[in-house]
């Protein structure tokens, strides 16, 4: 979220400490990612690379040097990747990717993380990287180093994005109609009424909504001391997760907000995905619908 950079702070010990409450946070949803999936493994051969040790070094705060990153099966096609802890404003985020496998093998790539050597062995097992897609301006850090991975893959800017990162050349801008590429497999929705706009998009196959910033769902103690409560209070922690507070303030044309929602809720939601936070694996439609009760 934001502007990233990486985050190593703090002693060993605090690190350690956290590390043994992040491990069985990391642990758990393995066994709900994989029992929703029948603890089948993988049929495409790409691998569900997220061992044990890798998970201990990522919180430890080794992520960026062991390039441990990989992709594990979320649901019927579509893969998702732990990319490394950042800092915003102090704050300490998780971040994710999703991969969406099209029927012809064309790969949907979801504000992409830094992409390690495991990651890209894992993503060409799954076939071959076409679209390359920011969901908000706020997502974009990585799209050059992946479109120099991927060169024939197509770029896509989010809302606004054109104008700030002059730098990269973007085939297509998301709008409300999904582009040729995914249609009839992922719809979007871009959600107005803001100062900021994020497309958040609905893989059919799998029921997976897929958010940036607009739904994160962290754990209720995943901020330590203060920061804790200030997250508790902005309204983006368990049981009662959704967009930022100071984010929905912000939403002054609420006719043009609830229509984006409408759409959301228009789909048969039953995972959803984020970039920031625990995935939800069942009845997300219902979770959904919490997150934005303060719009409806
Ligand atoms: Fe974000």
């Not at 203060?226 to 997760?241: E, K, T």
Request: glycine residues 8%; hydrophobic residues 40%.
């Amino acid at each position: 979220m934001g502007e990233r950079r990486y985050e190593r702070s703090g002693s060993s010990a605090s690190r350690a400490r956290s590390a043994i409450s992040k491990t069985i946070i990391g642990v758990g949803i393995l066994p709900v990612v994989r029992s929703m999936n029948g603890e089948q493994p993988s049929s495409t051969g790409a691998p569900h690379a997220y061992p044990f040790l890798a998970i201990v070094l990522r919180q430890l705060g080794y992520e960026a040097r062991m390039g441990d990153v990989a992709l594990y099966e979320f649901g019927p096609g579509i893969w998702t990747s732990e990319g490394p802890i950042i800092s915003f404003f102090g704050f300490r985020y998780p971040t994710r990717m999703a991969v969406i496998r099209l029927p012809n093998r064309g790969l949907f790539v979801w504000s992409p993380v830094a992409l390690s050597t495991t990651l890209k062995q894992d993503v060409d097992a799954l076939g071959s990287v076409r679209c390359l897609v920011s969901p908000s301006r706020l997502h974009h850090l990585y799209l050059g180093e992946w479109k120099s991975a991927y060169p024939s893959a197509r770029l896509y800017a989010s809302p606004d994005l054109r104008a700030k990162r002059k730098d990269l050349a973007f085939d297509a801008d998301l709008g409300d109609a999904p582009e040729s590429e995914w249609a009839g497999e992922i719809d979007q929705a871009p959600v107005r009424g803001s100062f900021l706009t994020e497309v958040v998009f609905f893989h059919r196959e799998s029921g997976t909504a897929i958010f940036a910033d607009l739904v994160q769902n962290f754990p209720p103690d995943w901020f330590a001391s203060w920061r804790g409560v200030l997250a508790r209070l902005d309204g983006i922690c368990a049981p009662n997760p959704g967009p930022p507070r100071e984010w929905r303030a912000t939403f002054f044309n609420r006719g043009a907000a609830r229509a984006s929602l409408r759409a959301i809720l228009s789909w048969p939601i039953e995972r959803v995905l984020m970039a920031h936070g625990d995935p939800v694996c069942a009845d997300g439609l219902s979770f959904v619908r919490r997150a934005f009760g303060w719009l409806l």
